[in-house]
């Protein structure tokens, strides 16, 4: 199993960017994804999820900024990310869990290496 995001960068605040993730050894199509960030000294925060039947939620920090979605014919969720604001500043993994439910970020499977996002002047 194998996921790697990419897309992240050094941004103004205000502007976009749009991550993604291809995954691979895994039916793809069945599994749960998820975003989560981390900033230097603090946990792991879920950002937002995709379930299996395309159903999407998110933080309260990001719903109306951000959006998930899955492209299960090439393997891949992406992070659309707009009106970035500092706070947005972390390294943004993306995971994978088998199954139809809702799950806390800590009860996935599997996750990326993760891509550093860094909204700044």
């Known amino acids: 199993v194998q996921l790697v995001e990419s897309g992240g960068g050094l941004v103004q605040p205000g502007g976009s960017l749009r991550l993604s993730c291809a995954a691979s050894g895994f039916t793809f199509n069945i599994y749960a994804l998820a975003w989560a960030r981390q900033v230097p000294g603090k946990g792991l925060e879920w950002v937002s999820r995709?379930?299996?039947?395309?159903?999407?939620s998110y933080t309260d920090s990001v719903r109306g900024r951000f959006i998930v979605s899955r492209d299960n014919a090439k393997s891949t969720v992406y992070l659309e990310m707009n009106s970035l604001k500092r706070e947005d500043t972390a390294v943004y993994y993306c995971?994978?869990?088998?199954?139809?439910?809702?799950?806390?970020?800590?009860?996935?499977?599997?996750r990326g290496q993760g891509t550093q996002v860094t909204v700044s002047e």
């Open positions: 995709i379930r299996s039947d395309g159903s999407t």
């Open positions: 995971a994978a869990r088998k199954g139809w439910g809702i799950y806390r970020i800590d009860e996935y499977d599997y």
